[in-house]
């Protein structure tokens, strides 16, 4: 079992930045990769990025590419996701989630085992 819980968000203006950080407790070993995922106000759940635990080789969603930089402290167990030039679009909650196992596709929410409550980033314009 895999415990999330997500800090930073809040609110920022068009063009700003915002830091999230997720820790992980529990067996943290098992996690092939850990992502984040944006819910939009219109319900829909984007792919933003993911990082391999190990590795820490990185995956960007479309709309994450050349402002968003996953991190993770493989040490603290935490993950990071540096914000920047955010735009309104960008509002919705977001979530941390990790996978378990010999998952191999950090692309498909499905592929995650474990996720936070998730937290609100609202950017205006």
């Known amino acids: 079992q895999v415990h999330l819980q997500e800090s930073g968000g809040g609110l920022a203006q068009a063009g700003g930045s915002l830091t999230l950080s997720c820790a992980a407790s529990g067996r943290t070993s098992t996690m092939p990769y850990m992502g984040w995922w944006h819910q939009t106000p219109e319900n829909r759940r984007e792919f933003v990025a993911a990082?391999?635990?190990?590795?820490?080789?990185?995956e960007y969603g479309y709309n994450a590419q050349d402002r968003f930089t996953i991190s993770r402290d493989h040490a603290k167990n935490t993950m990071s996701l540096q914000m920047n030039s955010l735009k309104p679009e960008d509002t919705g909650i977001y979530f941390c989630?990790?996978?378990?196992?010999?998952?191999?596709?950090?692309?498909?929410?499905?592929?995650?085992?474990?996720w936070g409550q998730g937290i609100q980033v609202t950017v205006t314009r």
């Open positions: 990082i391999r635990w190990n590795s820490g080789n990185t």
């Open positions: 989630a990790a996978a378990a196992g010999f998952r191999d596709y950090p692309w498909g929410a499905d592929e995650y085992d474990y």
